[in-house]
């Protein structure tokens, strides 16, 4: 089946319900709790992206990243929904991501997951990234696990 990443406002419907959905998701690992409000524009060029994806033409996931540092874009919100996840769609999201990033010009990714998010944690290990020193705030967080990867060119 064919998979579509498309670039989205952070604020869009879509990528909203698409969050809210993850909050609902994470709430088994970390019980309710809720993201604080965002500036859509952190999430957009030239700081940021925000991206949605369809598998045959239906909602499936969502992810993006906002700047951690001049070099450095943070990735934030991947997300798939649970009847799609293993056909492809967070690595087709991700790559595209990494791609928007390394156009925008920064020249490595991070991310923070949990610790009891194992299957994460072995997607972004078989996606090249590397666990690193957690930094503020997830750097008081016991339960955070962090990762990071170059962006090479041509990866």
Known sequence: ??????????????????????????????????????????????????MVALYDTQLAGCGGFVRLDETTAELKRMFVRAGYRRRGIARAVLVSLEDTARKLGYVKMVLETGVPQVAAQQFYLSAAYAPITCWSPHDRDPTSVCFGRELAEGD
Request: no cysteine; aromatic share 10%; proline share 12%.
């Open 1 to 50: 089946m064919p998979i579509d990443v498309k670039t989205a406002s952070y604020d869009d419907p879509v990528a909203q319900q698409l969050i809210a959905e993850m909050e609902i998701d994470l709430s088994r690992f970390y019980g309710e709790r809720h993201y604080p409000p965002q500036d859509p524009a952190t999430w957009s060029s030239p700081d940021g992206a925000m």
